[in-house]
C-alpha cells in the first residue's frame, strides 16, 4: 500500500489524446481513475506434524488511487 490511495478524483476538461488503430481495428479510449487491483488468499496451519497450509478463502479488490490517466484498448467490432 502506498500514500497514493485516495478518497475522490477531480477530472478536469481539455486533454488531447492521439493514438494509431490498427485497420479493421475499433479503438476505445476511456480518461479517468483505474485504482490498483490487488488479490489476496487466507491460510491456516494443516496441523499435525508437517508443514503444509490450508486455504480458507480467496479473493481479489480495488483500491481507489487519486492518479487519473487514459485507457486504450482495441476490438475487432
Not at 3 to 26: E, F, L, M, R
Not at 38 to 62: I, M
Request: charged share 15%.
Amino acid at each position: 500500500m502506498s500514500v497514493k490511495i485516495g478518497a475522490s478524483v477531480s477530472v478536469t476538461t481539455g486533454h488531447h489524446y492521439t493514438h494509431s488503430i490498427h485497420s479493421n481495428k475499433y479503438g476505445h479510449l476511456q480518461y479517468g481513475s483505474w485504482g490498483y487491483k490487488l488479490t489476496w488468499k487466507k491460510y491456516r496451519s494443516a496441523g499435525g506434524s508437517g508443514c503444509g497450509s490450508v486455504e480458507l478463502g480467496h479473493g481479489t479488490a480495488t483500491l481507489p488511487t487519486s492518479e487519473t490517466g487514459w485507457k486504450y484498448w482495441e476490438t475487432a467490432s
